[in-house]
């Protein structure tokens, strides 16, 4: 173990900071990122405003008067006057952006025609299922695409090698929703060993709700495994070959060693960074995967808001997916100021 | 000495051929991109010669052929309605490949210009464009595709408008990033310093200088078109009944999954191989045409 810690002190790794010591370390790091995370912040804001403003002028798109158009097929005159003032029609188009906004930042995101509920509460309702779905789908990802990358890094040239790259095409190439249908086919049809649809909440029945989201999150997980695998392989490959490296191995250390503690540690910054543009490839596969497996999340949501012309829904749903993306690769840029003492100089 | 010459020359071609030609001799030497490049060929053949080499009509129906399992009479078999799966597989080459190259187009014809005016122009002008650029990234692809289509209307020209708006802030981004990496070139001030205008510059001097990334882009991004495409198909915002698409045909089939399997192999496979054929030669493309390579 104090072998181990003494390696890292000498280590040459040039994502390493300097050597300090800890009690100065600690608040600077924290300061540090508080002015990365005010700086992103800042930039962050008005994009969130320019994509409200996109997704508002979605509507705008609506040919003929959005109000009869939103009221549905029956365009009950009652129902029209009082969308007509409920969404300002008659006053000028920033007004009614102001006004869109100002609901927006109060947590009005408009109601549901459909059900007359309000959209916040919908999306609320159906988020939880979504976000498991992720979760197990982007952990799948993890377990499979990481181990893969590192495998054919060290291995390049190897069958091993060549068969990561396989699997990365297959990925890439494969519809999830095409996936979908051939793993009910055969775990479901003709095996029988998993439900083809349905959900259960994990409270209810914990082992019903993984046999119904096994599969649906290994069909999300597929395509983000491989562009992980690319990322990690690209990423290990370039690592694989630094100086330091060759210095840890020079020094007598376990390949294990230096594979895992000396090469992936610094190879996670570009996987940490590339991995989180595919949280929008996650959001989206969510959409056609709950709609193969019947799951009542915020994609089946979309969805069916689209076909039941709800477009406050719609207009709901992508601001909250586009706000979450944002979040999320936020947190992704945290994440890499955190493992990367080179954006904190 | 005249006979030395040609010999000479034909000695000499490598390294005195285009950047073009050197970019084809590169490609030609990847197996994976020729394969995807003689997929792709394939595909456009079946598009094109559809009516010859599926006579059967992909729309009849046949109420004396529902879910008919394959057979020499129907390759593919028949789907819920007794329409041939073969025909309907070849015809529906033509939605993919149409979305495919039409909605890149649209995000070229939008993503490169824009592109070129941020990366050239740069300035207030770059500020503007990058953050309503950094908006439309904010938005994943595909729900800004099933957005824009959901307010467009259904139909296989909307589906193609979204998917291609959508798909835009790539190209402006990967643009302009290049622009500004050519711009501070010494040919580029070179040709400033003899006079020539601004818009001359950006036309003749500095777009033709940044083509090959945007190629390698299109390649594969008409490969996530295809999926997008059939994506927005399979949720019937797409190609409409019943003119034939891979992923509406899908949707259909997932309904009859337990006792007529063949009618989702079929359209899956095409996807399969339409999407990794274009992933090939866009990977293909991207080594050959990659500067670093030389």
Not at chain 1, 31 to 53: E, G
Not at chain 1, 226 to 240: D, G, I, K, N, P
């Amino acid at each position: 173990m104090e072998s181990a810690r003494s390696d890292d002190r000498h280590s040459t790794s040039p994502h390493r900071p300097p050597p300090v010591t800890p009690r100065r370390t600690t608040p600077r790091r924290t300061t540090d990122m508080l002015d990365y995370l005010v700086k992103r912040l800042a930039t962050l804001v008005p994009t969130l405003i320019l994509v409200s403003m996109l997704i508002f002028g979605l509507q705008q798109l609506l040919p003929g008067d959005p109000a009869k158009i939103l009221a549905g097929e029956e365009q009950d005159p009652t129902v029209v006057a009082y969308l007509r003032t409920k969404l300002h029609l008659d006053e000028p188009l920033p007004m009614r952006y102001a006004y869109w906004a100002g609901g927006v930042l109060h947590g009005d995101l408009g109601e549901s025609i459909r059900n007359q509920q309000p959209v916040l509460e919908l999306i609320v309702q159906k988020l939880p299922v979504t976000l498991e779905l992720a979760l197990l789908a982007f952990a799948i990802a993890l377990v499979i695409g990481i181990p893969a990358g590192i495998v054919s890094a060290i291995g390049r040239g190897s069958a091993w090698d060549y068969a990561a790259n396989v699997f990365a095409l297959w990925g890439l190439s494969t519809p999830n929703f095409w996936l979908g249908i051939l793993m009910i086919l055969l775990f479901s049809v003709q095996l029988g060993w998993l439900p083809a649809s349905g959900y259960v909440s994990p409270f209810e029945d914990l082992r019903a709700n993984l046999a119904a989201m096994i599969m649906p999150a290994f069909v999300l997980g597929n395509a983000i495994a491989a562009v992980l695998m690319r990322h990690t392989r690209s990423a290990m490959l370039q690592v694989l070959s630094a100086d330091y490296v060759r210095t840890a191995r020079a020094k007598g250390l376990n390949e294990r060693t230096v594979v895992l503690k000396h090469a992936l540690r610094n190879a996670l910054t570009p996987i940490i960074t590339l991995g989180a543009l595919e949280l929008g490839t996650l959001l989206s596969g969510a959409v056609l995967t709950e709609q193969v497996f019947t799951i009542p999340g915020f994609g089946k949501l979309i969805v069916d808001a689209v076909f039941n012309r709800d477009y406050s829904v719609v207009q709901g749903v992508v601001l909250v997916t586009a706000s979450a993306y944002m979040l999320l690769n936020l947190l992704a840029d945290l994440a890499q100021f955190a493992v990367n003492p080179r954006l904190r100089r | 000495m005249s006979a030395v010459l040609p010999s000479v020359a034909a000695k000499t071609l490598p390294s005195d051929a285009g950047p073009w030609r050197r970019a084809w001799r590169r490609l030609q030497r990847r197996r994976g991109a020729l394969v995807g490049l003689a997929c792709v060929a394939m595909f456009i053949v079946l598009a094109l010669f559809a009516p010859w080499l599926a006579p059967q009509d992909p729309i009849a129906t046949s109420w004396g052929a529902i879910r008919h399992a394959p057979s020499a009479e129907h390759w593919f078999g028949t789907d819920e309605i007794g329409r041939d799966v073969f025909a309907r597989v070849v015809w529906g080459t033509r939605a993919s490949l149409l979305a495919g190259v039409v909605s890149v187009s649209i995000s070229l014809l939008l993503g490169v210009p824009i592109g070129l005016a941020a990366g050239f122009l740069g300035g207030w002008v770059d500020g503007v464009i990058s953050r309503v650029t950094d908006a439309f990234l904010a938005c994943p692809f595909l729900i800004l595709a099933i957005a824009l289509a959901a307010f467009l209307g259904p139909s296989l020209t909307n589906a193609m408008i979204a998917i291609g708006v959508s798909a835009t802030p790539v190209f402006v981004r990967l643009t302009r990033a290049q622009v500004q990496g050519v711009k501070v070139e010494d040919y580029i001030e070179a040709a400033r310093a003899v006079g020539n205008p601004p818009l001359r510059i950006a036309l003749r001097h500095v777009l033709p200088n940044v083509t090959a990334p945007l190629i390698v882009q299109a390649t594969l991004a008409i490969a996530s078109a295809v999926i997008a495409e059939a994506s927005l198909s399979f949720l019937g915002l797409g190609q409409q009944p019943p003119a034939p698409s891979w992923g509406s045909m899908l949707n259909t089939a997932k309904n009859f999954i337990d006792n007529a399997p063949w009618m989702a192999v079929w359209p899956g496979l095409a996807i399969f191989l339409l999407v990794l054929s274009f992933n090939l030669l866009g990977d293909g493309l991207r080594d050959a045409l990659d500067p670093r390579q030389r």
